[in-house]
């Protein structure tokens, strides 16, 4: 069974930090593409950062250089490293995995950013 647990959010004032995981199991979670969605109220599911399975990353535009995505292939975990949050980073956000069509989605934790 493909689980994928995200954890790690809550509520932080304007300029604060996060750091989110998503711990994977039942799959090669090094052979698999996995990225950081978010999805704000009355909006659509939008990416936010990947990163490949040899390590390339990539970043939404509004996020480069305050968000960092990261993966330990030996902990089976992905991470984004949040810092300089703002109020419109407030979302539910989400881990995907992704092989060769098969993707898989985690059940989300919610971000707040407010003061």
């Known amino acids: 069974q493909v689980q994928l647990v995200e954890s790690g959010g809550g509520l932080v004032q304007p300029g604060g930090s996060l750091r989110l995981s998503c711990a994977v199991s039942?799959?090669?979670?090094?052979?698999?593409?996995m990225g950081w969605y978010r999805q704000a109220p009355g909006k659509e599911r939008d990416r936010v950062a990947s990163i490949s399975s040899g390590g390339s990353t990539n970043y939404e535009e509004s996020v480069k250089g305050r968000f960092t995505i990261s993966r330990s292939n030996t902990e089976n975990t992905l991470y984004l490293q949040m810092k300089s949050l703002k109020p419109e980073d407030t979302a539910m956000y989400y881990c995907?995995?992704?092989?060769?069509?098969?993707?898989?989605w985690g059940r989300g934790t919610q971000v707040t950013v407010s003061s």
């Open positions: 995907k995995a992704e092989k060769s069509g098969w993707l898989y």
């Open positions: 039942g799959i090669t979670f090094s052979t698999y593409t």
